[in-house]
T-cell receptor, first 118, second 111 residues
Framework: GAVVSQHPSWVICKSGTSVKIECRSLDFQATTMFWYRQFPKQSLMLMATSNEGSKATYEQGVEKDKFLINHASLTLSTLTVTSAHPEDSSFYICSAPANARGFHNEQFFGPGTRLTVL | RKEVEQDPGPFNVPEGATVAFNCTYS??????FFWYRQDCRKEPKLLMSVYSSGNEDGRFTAQLNRASQYISLLIRDSKLSDSATYLCVVNLSYNTDKLIFGTGTRLQVFP
């Protein structure tokens, strides 16, 4: 199957700092990628859709100025958590459809990034 | 009402048992349905897609009832390695890859 990587796998930072998370499709191109957040014992919540070459689409309630998304190339999307606070501590996961041609494809998930803000 | 609802469990079953999970979804326009498996602190992995006619993959059987907006997963002959959280997932449209996740049902298989 297709492979999606994320970096870093975990990060601990002080409150007020910004953290960048990378999501890469390793063996396929993805014009669309998705960013999710998962709090303990809760489900994955879609935060935004990352679109290569255009602005990301954010879900209701997600602050676009807080969670900056840049889809720089067909294999890379980045999520930057700006001025992180303890309530931003969570498991952040990205995914990419294996063949983003406008109809549903199997999605492949990155291994996730565990963010802890002190 | 949540878009995808599941009983959170946990379901504690002995090895060899048969266990069934249920899921309901609120949007009647939903087009595609899946079961994902998520191990603790790991990413979700696709277990199986769910087709209208029902489908089976080894010990796993999935059923879809569009009229009732209900999806099920049956696991036969449970193994210790089946212990995980099972996520019911819905795709709203063939024109989008956006997935909506249920909260998951935790399964613990004991010896």
């Amino acid at each position: 199957g297709a492979v999606v990587s994320q970096h870093p796998s975990w990060v601990i930072c002080k409150s007020g700092t910004s953290v960048k998370i990378e999501c890469r499709s390793l063996d396929f191109q993805a014009t669309t990628m998705f960013w999710y957040r998962q709090f303990p014992k809760q489900s994955l919540m879609l935060m935004a859709t990352s679109n290569e070459g255009s602005k990301a689409t954010y879900e209701q309630g997600v602050e676009k100025d807080k969670f900056l998304i840049n889809h720089a190339s067909l294999t890379l999307s980045t999520l930057t958590v700006t001025s992180a606070h303890p309530e931003d501590s969570s498991f952040y996961i990205c995914s990419a459809p294996a063949n983003a041609r406008g109809f549903h494809n199997e999605q492949f998930f990155g291994p996730g990034t565990r963010l802890t803000v002190l | 009402r949540k878009e995808v609802e599941q009983d959170p469990g946990p379901f504690n079953v002995p090895e060899g048992a048969t266990v069934a999970f249920n899921c309901t979804y609120s949007n009647s326009a939903s087009q595609s349905f899946f079961w994902y498996r998520q191990d603790c602190r790991k990413e979700p992995k696709l277990l199986m897609s769910v087709y209208s006619s029902g489908n089976e993959d080894g010990r796993f059987t999935a059923q879809l009832n569009r009229a009732s907006q209900y999806i099920s997963l049956l696991i036969r002959d449970s193994k210790l390695s089946d212990s995980a959280t099972y996520l019911c997932v819905v795709n709203l449209s063939y024109n989008t890859d956006k997935l909506i996740f249920g909260t998951g049902t935790r399964l613990q298989v004991f010896p």
